[in-house]
């Protein structure tokens, strides 16, 4: 009787395999071919579930994404407020801090090697970047943009000073102070929108 596969499950689990040869070596550095040696596949099978590196690579980061988004919120629905919240995304990265840096490492070494007008218009990239959004604004509370934009650079930010070694900025504080100056800024937009 022939084997049954899930071939949806096989390709995540392929894809699970390959984020740390990608940090390892860097996005340009690694080929198809150590890919498939990596996973102990042939380079047919690799083919078959993704036609090119970028297309692996693009689907591995929106399963990252999507992980990520899930593990990171959590708990927020037993959280009642803006401020808790904060403190939670800040221990959340803080206890996954190497991954993080890791992850930071690897977009910033695929976005060298892209064309970055026509990288930041594809549909990969608008939908990964709503998602974010979707959950900056239920972690807000409300729907707002700039403030979306802001957190987003906010959180980027830490981790990069973490990536390039500096280990003076605390990422429970940091976010945690995220977390005030959000509620300051909303509460004086309330304020300001009701005189």
């Not at 996005?27 to 150590?34: D, H, I, K, L």
């Not at 807000?140 to 700039?146: A, Q």
């Not at 976010?175 to 300051?184: Q, R």
Request: aromatic share 12%; net charge negative.
């Amino acid at each position: 009787m022939p084997k049954i596969v899930d071939h949806d499950l096989y390709r995540k689990e392929l894809l699970d395999k390959c984020f740390d040869l990608f940090a390892e070596k860097g996005y340009a550095s690694v080929t198809m071919r150590q890919i498939a040696q990596r996973l102990g596949v042939s380079t047919g099978t690799l083919y078959h579930y993704f036609p090119n590196k970028q297309v692996l690579f693009e689907h591995l980061v929106e399963d990252m994404v999507q992980r990520d988004i899930l593990i990171a919120t959590a708990d927020w629905e037993k959280l009642k407020t803006r401020q808790e919240r904060a403190e939670a995304l800040g221990k959340y990265f803080n206890s996954n801090l190497s991954y993080h840096i890791k992850n930071s490492y690897l977009m910033i070494d695929f976005s060298q090697h892209q064309d970055s007008k026509v990288y930041q218009n594809r549909e990969f990239w608008q939908r990964l970047c709503e998602r974010y959004k979707s959950v900056i604004y239920d972690f807000l509370g409300v729907e707002d943009p700039i403030l979306a934009d802001f957190v987003m650079c906010f959180v980027d930010g830490v981790i990069l000073e973490r990536l390039l070694g500096i280990d003076t900025v605390d990422v429970v504080k940091q976010c945690t102070l995220l977390g005030k100056m959000v509620t300051a800024y909303l509460e004086n937009i309330n304020l300001t929108n009701n005189n």
